[in-house]
């Protein structure tokens, strides 16, 4: 099995800045791609961005030029440095890691994280 275990998350005023950490953990061989989506009351879950193996990413517009996603291939890592926050940025942010796959089978699959509160207020 593999556990995303994800923090960062908290309170901020708006302008302000959050780092966000999923570490991913278990028999992993590799992951194509881990990423960020948010759920705020209400609305569906969205993609924030994401980012391959090779460090391909891909990035909501509503948070380009804000947020930029990274990756630490070794430690199966991904991180999200929010700045310049607002207050539609207020959700519930879900750590992603897509077609996983384990060492003792060729199958993959996704995996979630319970997700991290970032809320942005004055």
């Known amino acids: 099995q593999v556990q995303l275990v994800e923090s960062g998350g908290g309170l901020v005023q708006p302008g302000g800045s959050l780092r966000l950490s999923c570490a991913a953990s278990?028999?992993?061989?590799?992951?194509?791609?881990m990423g960020w989506y948010r759920q705020a009351p209400g609305k569906q879950r969205e993609l924030v961005a994401t980012?391959?193996?090779?460090?391909?990413?891909t990035y909501a517009d509503s948070v380009k030029g804000r947020f930029t996603i990274s990756r630490d291939n070794a430690k199966n890592t991904v991180y999200l440095q929010m700045n310049s926050l607002k207050p539609e940025d207020t959700a519930v942010y879900y750590c992603?890691?897509?077609?996983?796959?384990?060492?003792?089978?060729?199958?993959?699959?996704?995996?979630w994280g319970q997700g991290t509160q970032v809320t942005v207020s004055s």
């Open positions: 992603n890691a897509a077609s996983v796959r384990l060492r003792t089978t060729i199958r993959v699959r996704d995996y």
């Open positions: 278990g028999s992993i061989f590799s992951i194509y791609a």
């Open positions: 980012i391959t193996s090779g460090g391909n990413t």
